[in-house]
């Protein structure tokens, strides 16, 4: 059977993918990694169920040449967390995972360090052979093990999208010869792992009146509030996992049920997820095998806006919730001192409780995803394989504005009766989303011993198509109160539209060809090649392809003759390798027109005629961001393999990295164009051990830790007029991160910001003259300087198990070191904001001239060094401890009983509320600056496992 042919023809507008075969191969799908491992009599037995994942295919551990990390199920059933990627942190050398435990965020994954600015940073995620941008569906209960590919030579198998890094995820699959039932059921409260002390009323009083210096606050206040206490409960949350499984001798089948329901921590924010998986094998004919995948995960979301948490830093103690008379409370001061309805404001904070009330949000989705696969051994050594995988997902939105009662909210003295005619009673804002994605993939395997020598040879071919995202939005004023805002009926769209919202986003098409070839002579020397070719339609024509080369080489020296007889040497193997990937995840490279009446002209002497002129860089030759790595590894097991590790070694080199570009003033263009401009390395080591032995009969343990370190660095710049990146920004207008020519040599990410020197006899902080022009501060913008970056340098982890007869317990933890943490919510001081309890009661005055701390002021604070903080940390993650009984009953092959502390413990240096700020990884954006962040939580489970 010939592969199914690939029209090589890609159109920017139209993809024109050609498959004569592509309804049929709706029956036929593959599931990635599905490849069966071959015994090999020449390694010892225990090595031949070690196997990783390749990427279409499945190799045998000990005969792996490149750098792969892999967890298994036994791992990730004793973390209990609702997003399947924070289960893998701490847990995989070279794999950074800023987490968030906002409901149905997604944590940023960072692998081997970052290497693009502007075109993506997250893996790619096969799940079963399906590509997928994140795995927020997933239930992690479904999950059988992760494969994180991390060097270029074993990437380069996916080409177009592995730049950032792989992460292969296999679910359960049914086994057995007779159903098994197993359910998993757990309930537990979540509560801040770390708070920030506030300055109380009186404290606040004395600091603002010195600050003022005047007394306009009496230190003698009624009231005391805790904005962060009346903003937040004690969360909590349940999850149920119901599994069928089994087997028989043409099928093995798997389904699974779940749901999730957290009431989470900030004040009516709910999450709920439900999810169905159903795996199925069935064995059509000899040498024939079908495969079916399906997953669907249904979410019903009521958020709140997170800048709660910031105004309830900011807002001042001595505020009320609500004033006697019912309103709400806000930041007036009476001339007794006291906060009033009515007198004068002094800062602009709102009530945070407030804020919670009136914000009326639902938001619902559902993901589907799926895939059918074929397996076809045409010959004793070769297999055909196809598989065709979908995503559909579907979102929706509202949000309901009552501005009358956000009017009134916001000052006491106002009534009903003011609110103008003219101005909107609420506003009601609706969004749909959706989206479809496909893939095809068709590939013949050759495998092949013969004599000392073994041979295994891919070929393939495959499509992709990444719909755009199509999205409809409308905002309708004076709506009629209604508690179905989901309804669009009962519209007068005339006179209540506000606006109306369409795109269709832009369709992404790739093809490509990949081979790759595994050779092993003598069981000991190891040579892998690979090759893709990808065409993307996001690039225009000419340079749509591009090739990606890799190959590795490894020589197991255990099997040497001189090592041969090392009792206490089990394994021991070097590794090496060189790849190059390509990104196509780049900002739109449009050719923009401009026209109206500053582009008019005149014709035929006083005729203004309408014009119409290029206004934006257009660069035809726009095309992949490349990266290269160079690598090299060592692998072992010694002590009858109760000691294993590894230590990798890499070079990262990231080229023609897009940014945007300044146009030339004489150009008559006004917009910035992206270009190829920069490049960016990442260099850096890895190390990983672990040790597992069993005592005796009752007694067993294990201990594994890894270590990984990486210099991320911005190389080169290819012209001083890219357009400033100015990121990071405050609620005071400033900014805190850059990155321009003068970035060049620094990591991505880097702080930019003035340093300080000191603090005058006026208690004023001075700052340091980093240009000697005799200017600083604010009177020189170019004395600001780099700080390093939020991303950090070093990660560790550490994983500990011991069972005794029935019990069992395991602890992980997870650390970092040379991160830096903006602390945006402390710069936010203008003028009567709250401080912390530490500022408040060790400041600058004539008796306290050797504190860290100013004097008090009300000014905008400029973004300084003074609020960087090390980001550096160790948290346990988890700890579980479980106690299992074997068929306590004729019907329960097993029950297991456990308890479980998530993140029970941090030290951290950084004095906000965590040093872990995802902000959705954008190098440039929040992340690593806490400003409207969700605070670290800890949490403790109740749980059973139940096996019929």
Not at 53 to 64: L, S
Not at 243 to 262: I, M, P, Q, R
Not at 465 to 476: A, F, K, L, W, Y
Not at 593 to 620: R, V
Request: charged share 20%; glycine share 8%; hydrophobic share 35%.
């Amino acid at each position: 059977m010939a592969l199914l042919n690939i029209d090589k023809t890609l159109n920017m507008k139209n993809s024109n993918l050609k498959f004569p075969c592509l309804i049929a191969a709706l029956y036929f799908g593959v599931n990635v990694g599905a490849q069966e491992t071959r015994k090999d009599t020449a390694i010892k037995e225990q090595l031949i169920e070690e196997v990783v994942m390749i990427g279409y295919g499945t190799r045998k551990k000990v005969d792996n040449t490149t750098s792969i990390s892999s967890i298994n199920a036994e791992e990730l059933s004793k973390t209990k967390v609702l997003n399947a990627t924070q289960a893998i942190q701490g847990k995989a050398a070279g794999v950074t995972v800023i987490a968030s435990d906002l409901p149905g965020s997604t944590p940023s994954v960072i692998i081997r360090g970052l290497g693009t600015a502007l075109s993506g940073r997250n893996p790619l995620y096969v799940v079963d052979g399906l590509f997928a941008d994140n795995i927020n569906n997933i239930n992690s209960n479904d999950i059988l093990t992760y494969d994180v590919l991390k060097d270029a030579s074993a990437l380069a198998i996916y080409g177009n999208r592995a730049a950032n890094g792989v992460i292969i995820i296999t679910t359960k699959s049914g086994k057995g010869k007779k159903i098994s039932v197993e359910y998993d059921g757990l309930a537990g409260v979540r509560m801040p792992l770390k708070k920030v002390k506030m300055a109380g009323s009186n404290l606040f009083s004395f600091y603002t009146n010195t600050a003022l210096q005047m007394t306009k606050f009496s230190q003698d206040q009624p009231v005391n509030t805790d904005w962060f206490k009346e903003i937040t409960r004690t969360g909590t949350f349940n999850q149920h996992n119901l599994s069928l499984s089994g087997a028989s001798e043409n099928a093995k089948y798997f389904l699974s049920l779940g749901n999730y329901d957290e009431k989470a921590i900030l004040q009516g924010t709910d999450y709920n997820r439900s999810t169905i998986r159903t795996n199925n094998e069935f064995k059509v004919s000899k040498g024939i095998v079908l495969t079916q995948t399906l997953s669907v995960a249904f979410t019903n979301v009521t958020p709140k806006p997170l800048s709660a948490f910031t105004a309830a830093y900011k807002q001042s103690p001595l505020v009320p919730v609500y004033f006697p008379g019912g309103q709400y409370g806000v930041s007036f001061v009476g001339a007794n001192g006291f906060a009033s309805p009515t007198g004068s404001s002094f800062n602009n904070v709102g009530n945070p409780v407030a804020q919670l009330n009136l914000f009326n949000e639902k938001q619902k989705s559902m993901q589907l995803q799926g895939g059918l696969k074929l397996d076809l051994n045409l010959m004793k050594d070769l297999k055909f394989t196809s598989q065709f995988s979908g995503e559909y997902y579907n979102f929706k939105s509202y949000n309901y504005a009552d501005l009358l009662s956000i009017w009134l909210a916001a000052d006491p003295t106002r009534k009903v009766s003011d609110y103008k005619p003219t101005d909107n009673v609420n506003t009601l804002f609706n969004e749909k989303k959706d989206y479809f994605n496909w893939s095809l993939t068709n590939y013949l395997t050759y495998a092949k011993k013969f004599g000392i020598h073994d041979i295994e040879a891919t070929i393939g071919t495959e499509a992709a198509v990444r719909d755009g995202e199509n999205t409809i939005s409308t905002t309708r004023k004076n709506m009629v109160l209604n508690s179905n805002y989901w309804d669009l009926s009962g519209t007068n769209y005339l006179d209540q539209l506000i606006s109306l919202y369409s795109v269709n986003g832009n369709k992404n098409t790739t093809n490509s060809y990949f081979a790759r070839a595994q050779y092993k002579l003598m069981n000991r020397y190891l040579l892998t090649a690979t090759i893709r070719r990808d065409g993307s339609s996001q690039f225009a024509e000419g340079n749509k392809w591009g090739t990606f080369p890799a190959f590795g080489a490894g020589w197991v020296v255990s099997e040497e003759s001189f090592l041969k007889d090392v009792s206490f040497l089990n394994m021991l193997k070097l590794r090496g390798g060189w790849g190059r990937l390509g990104n196509q995840n780049i900002p739109s490279n449009y050719l923009p027109f401009a026209s109206g009446d500053h582009y008019n002209y005149a014709f035929n002497g006083n005729a203004i005629s309408n014009g119409t002129t290029l206004d934006k860089i257009y660069d035809p030759n726009l095309s992949w961001e490349i990266t290269e790595e160079s690598s090299a590894g060592l692998d072992f097991e010694m002590v009858n393999r109760k000691l294993k590790g590894s230590v990798d070694f890499y070079n990262r080199i990231t080229k023609n990295i897009i940014l945007a570009m300044i146009p030339v003033s004489t150009s008559g263009i006004s917009q910035n164009g992206y270009a190829h401009l920069g490049e960016v390395t990442n260099k850096g080591f890895e190390l990983m051990l672990s040790w597992d032995d069993k005592i005796n009969e009752n007694w067993g343990y294990n201990l594994s830790g890894n270590f990984s370190h990486n210099k991320n660095n911005l190389s080169k710049l290819a012209n001083e007029n890219v357009n400033p990146i100015k990121g990071g920004d405050l609620a005071n207008g400033q900014y805190t991160k850059y990155l321009s020519d003068i970035a060049v040599g620094q990591p991505l990410g880097s702080f930019w910001l003035w340093e300080v020197s000191g603090i005058d006899t006026d208690g004023k902080f001075t700052y340091v003259d980093t240009n000697g022009n005799g200017k600083t501060g604010a009177d020189d913008l170019a004395d600001r300087k780099f700080f390093g970056s939020y991303m950090p340098t070093s990660t560790y982890g550490v994983n500990l198990g011991v069972t005794f007869k029935q019990l069992d317990l395991s602890v992980n933890g997870y650390g970092t070191f040379g991160a830096k943490v903006y602390n945006g919510k402390k710069a936010q001081r203008f003028d009567g904001e709250n401080i912390e309890y530490n500022v408040a009661t060790d400041f600058y005055s004539s008796t306290n001239t050797g504190s860290s701390n100013p004097a008090p002021f009300n000014a905008v604070p400029l973004a300084s060094n003074y609020y960087l903080e090390s980001g550096d940390f160790f948290r346990i993650n988890n700890i579980a401890l479980g106690y299992t009984l074997s068929k306590p009953v004729d019907y329960l092959s097993s029950l297991r009983v456990y308890v479980s502390a998530v993140n029970p413990f941090i030290t951290q240096k950084f004095t906000g509320f965590s040093p872990e700020l995802n902000a959705n990884g954008d190098p440039y954006g929040l992340t690593g600056v806490e400003l409207d962040a969700y605070p670290t939580l800890r949490s403790f489970v109740l749980g059973v496992n139940l096996k019929f």
